[in-house]
């Protein structure tokens, strides 16, 4: 029987391939350089390495608005367990690198099963020694083709959760869909 959670992924598989098919706004790219997954209304910027980081230029995403992604091999066995550990070394990890960064988890979600698609999310608020605060959705996405790291942050915290849905959809896409020959 399937998990709520992995139902609510098909259902967004679903969804993404409507918007593919449908409104054209999100597009993967295959054979042209550039990133894999691109969303309208987001201008690219190459990242270090292999990572992928789009600046929001529309108003509805929120102020200072970023996402980024770097797509991984596929298989990783990480269990939502072991997720959920990773999550809480990074925040101290970055309160440790800087002092006086107060990070909260405020969810961590995901998948119970080992099975394919499987997605693990955590949100966490960010409030800096001045009081500024940042939103950050940190997801992992695992599928047949590949895995994928997508953040998503915004200083408003429904921002930072909607950017990250609209990038979600096309990454698991991308990740299950078999690569063309």
């Known amino acids: 029987m399937k998990s709520a959670f992995r139902m609510a992924v098909g259902s967004l598989l679903l969804m993404g391939a409507l918007v593919f098919v449908g409104a054209g706004d999100v597009s993967a790219q295959a054979a042209t350089p550039g990133p894999p997954i691109v969303v ?3 201008r690219y910027e190459k990242g270090r390495s292999d990572l992928h980081l789009f600046h929001c230029e529309q108003a509805k995403c929120g102020t200072n608005s970023k996402v ?12 939502l367990e072991q997720y959920r550990d990773s999550q809480q070394q990074v925040a101290k990890a970055l309160e440790q ?4 960064l107060k990070v909260t988890i405020l969810g961590i979600d995901g998948d119970k099963s080992s099975g394919l698609p ?7 608020q960010m409030t800096a020694p001045n009081g500024q605060t ?3 959705v940190s ?5 047949s083709r590949a895995s994928a790291s997508l953040i998503s942050s915004s200083q408003d915290e429904k921002a930072s959760n909607d950017n990250h849905a609209q990038f979600v959809l096309a990454m ?3 990740v299950q869909t078999p690569a063309k020959r």
């Open 40 to 42: 309208s209304g987001w």
């Open 97 to 100: 690198r800087t002092p006086g």
């Open 68 to 79: 980024s992604y770097k797509i991984l091999a596929p298989g990783n066995a990480m269990t």
């Open 172 to 174: 698991m896409m991308f």
């Open 118 to 124: 499987r997605l693990y999310k955590a949100r966490r």
């Open 134 to 136: 940042e939103y950050v």
């Open 139 to 143: 997801g992992l996405m695992f599928g």
